[in-house]
């Protein structure tokens, strides 16, 4: 059974070299991108609020990110970039997580609890075909005071989204055809917004949302049918570079260049490629549908 990431599924779009080295092969850079640190740093502060005020605890998401931030820079080899250095991310960090709560009181909306549990950060999957599945894990799925859903991705990007994104981004398209499948079992209705919530990434940190509808019928159609052809081509083992043109190259900021364009191996390691089902941590489930 190969399941499909949304990632995995934008990576191998984006070059099929890439994709057979990171997700096939199980290779990695020895350095991790500040950005990826900076956001696992910054979800554990804002989504572990959600989830510790729902359970009635105290939760401090600010001392969160710190401790989660300081984890990161003693046990990972972290590369930082010219704009953002050690000590601005830790304050961007602080400053985003210490006004999240209030910025989400703002808008109305309550994390959904069904009989699996709290709708944060919880793996869902969802089978397209007898050999294909689709899995995701959506930050939040929450519920405004009209009873109407609310699929939400959290982000932590250096500028906002550009205007009318979350009525199309395919990330979003996943989680919405993940949550629906699994709506009916837990008596909820279907999704009826997306949104993305960006902690910005700048000197004066702050939080934006952007908004959308439900992805259309033919959008979903048109995903699935993508996903679908994608698998294909993986289970036959076709993994085409795709180089562009010069003005537009992934390669000019791949991770993987080196190794995909010389062979060699320093600067990265090999290792198993994560399993698809995760051990059961905190609030962080798995719940499939045929």
Known sequence: MLWLRPTAVQRYESCGEQSRLVD???WRPNETSSALVFGDSVHRGCLGALVARADGQAFD???TFIA??????????IQFNSTHGEESLR???RALCRSFLAHWDTLGLVPV??????LVEQRLRVRLSPTVGLSGEPDIVAMDGNGQI???????PATASFEGFAGIAEQLTAYQILYDAHAPSMGLPPVSHMMFLEGLKQNNPRWVVQTGPRHSDSWVRGY?????????LMQEGYYPRRTAAAYNSPCSQCDMAILCQTGQTEGYVKGKRKPETPPQDGNTQVTEVA
């Open 24 to 26: 096939k092969e199980g």
């Open 61 to 63: 998401p600010e001392q």
């Open 68 to 77: 989660r931030w300081e984890h990161h820079l003693s046990t990972t080899n």
């Open 91 to 93: 304050e961007i960090g």
């Open 113 to 118: 609890l069904s009989d699996r549990g709290l």
């Open 150 to 156: 609310w699929v939400i991705d959290l982000k932590t």
């Open 224 to 232: 699935t049918e993508k996903l679908l052809k994608t698998a294909q």
